[in-house]
């Protein structure tokens, strides 16, 4: 099968040259661009186009500008009137012209530095002295001769038979101070008493008026007596609900209190990298749970085991008070070292007992009884004390009173609050739903 091609008539070629052969310039049009102009021309072109710009405005600012309004000047007074004053003949321009101003002893034509030896005569030590003045003398005053001597009326000697000393202003008495210290007692204590709060949560709230008595605001050092009505505002107990306890397993190697001998207090411990990761209470920290937190009862720095920290007043005085009852449990790893006996003797057979028995009731300290304890074997080399009081070192010393020496301590409960599963050096926050 034989295939048929058709062909167009040809476009004729652009023309790129005139008839002289010369290159012809691009036509204008679709698809030809327009030439770029240099540098220097483009420049010139808009330093032209800035100075028309000028012209214009200022053109537009004289034909805007508003014609100046001249000032009304008041009319002279005519001549020959009551009003015309004789001008001095200083001032007419008829005086004679006036020439330098010269001292009385300064010869003409001579300057004052030109005589550098001679001083005005104030200065000069020939000039007469100004005489001395007196004292002044008012109209009113009598000499010295006739005026009485003064008198110190403050001294008793001096006082006339009819003095009478001024008036003092009466001293304002506080009526909620005006009760003798011996009948009555601070406002502070009673609350304390009262277990509404500590003395110094007592003293916090009297200043913020946060407590009335009989229905009045109290005031800081108020004394109370007898039975009275003392109520606290809500606000205060809001405030005493934000206060934290924390519960610390304490290492050994850290003092409870205050820093001493180079150790370090066991509130240095209280960051949120060592916080227990099953902490149950569910209370967010805050920088606010840092201020005023302080231990609740002692741990020595050879003891482990669990430690409070608190904010608030009335744990404290609930764990560490005079009157506490709340137990302590603490188990202590002893040796016997009361008199010799054969090696590998157990301390719960080497000692006697009688001895336990001492350990539970019937020791002295300081000269004072202890409260009875109960004390009992954990196994054959570690006791088991529940306490009642904390005297410093006291389980240590009961213990060296019956031949035994502590070689390990731990308290693992305090009330109802057991040490549990939490980690040595790491603590956690005391839940709204435990007590102690």
């Given amino acids: 099968m034989a295939t048929i091609t058709l062909k167009g008539k040809p476009k004729p070629a652009a023309k790129t040259r005139n008839a002289e052969g010369e290159k012809r310039a691009p036509l204008r049009g679709k698809g030809v661009s327009k030439p770029r102009p240099t540098l220097a021309k483009a420049q010139a072109d808009r330093a032209e186009r800035e100075e028309q710009f000028q012209q214009r405005q200022q053109s537009q600012q004289k034909r805007e500008r508003p014609a100046p309004q001249r000032e009304e000047r008041p009319a002279r007074p005519k001549t020959g009137t009551a009003f015309k004053t004789e001008r001095p003949q200083a001032l007419r321009g008829d005086a004679p012209p006036r020439g330098p101003r010269h001292r009385p002893d300064e010869r003409p034509g001579e300057r004052p530095h030109e005589r550098p030896h001679e001083r005005p005569p104030q200065y000069r030590g020939d000039a007469p ?3 001395e003045r007196g004292p002044r003398a008012r109209p009113d005053e009598r000499p010295p001769a006739d005026r009485p001597p003064r008198m110190d009326q403050r001294r008793v000697a001096n006082r006339g038979p009819g003095f009478e000393p001024p008036q003092r ?19 502070s204590k009673r609350m304390s008493e009262l277990k509404m709060a500590s003395r110094r949560e007592a003293d916090e709230w009297i200043a913020a008026g946060w407590v009335r008595v009989d229905g009045k605001v109290a005031v800081l050092g108020q004394r109370v007596i007898g039975d009275v009505e003392i109520t606290i505002d809500p606000a205060a107990r809001q405030a005493q609900s934000q206060l934290v306890t924390v519960l610390l397993h304490k ?13 370090e207090p066991a509130v240095v411990l209280f960051q949120q990298e060592n916080r227990w990761k099953d902490d149950p209470s569910g209370i967010k920290p805050h920088p606010n749970h840092h201020r005023h937190l302080a231990p609740a009862g002692r741990l020595d720095i050879d003891s482990t085991g669990l430690l409070v920290l608190t904010q608030d007043g009335r744990v404290a005085k609930a764990l560490i008070g005079d009157d506490s009852d709340i137990e ?12 010799e006996v054969p090696e590998g003797t157990l301390p719960s057979v080497a000692l006697a007992p009688e001895k336990l028995a ?23 080399q570690q006791l088991r004390f529940v306490l009642r009081e904390g005297k410093k070192r006291q389980i240590r010393r009961m213990c060296e009173l019956v031949g035994l020496k502590v070689v390990g301590l731990k308290r693992v409960r305090i009330g109802r609050i057991p040490l549990g599963h939490l980690p040595v050096g790491q603590w956690r926050y005391l839940a709204p739903w435990e007590r102690f």
């Fill in 129 to 131: 002295q100004r005489p």
């Fill in 169 to 187: 202003p009466q001293q304002r008495l506080n009526p909620a101070r005006q009760v003798d210290a011996d009948d009555g007692e601070r406002l």
């Fill in 328 to 339: 302590k449990e603490y188990l202590v790893r002893v040796e016997f070292v009361a008199h």
């Fill in 251 to 263: 290492p050994i190697g850290y003092v409870s209190g205050q820093a001493e001998d180079g150790y």
């Fill in 358 to 380: 001492l350990l539970n009731h019937g020791l002295e300290l300081d000269g004072e009884p202890l409260k009875p304890a109960k004390v009992s074997w954990q196994n054959e």
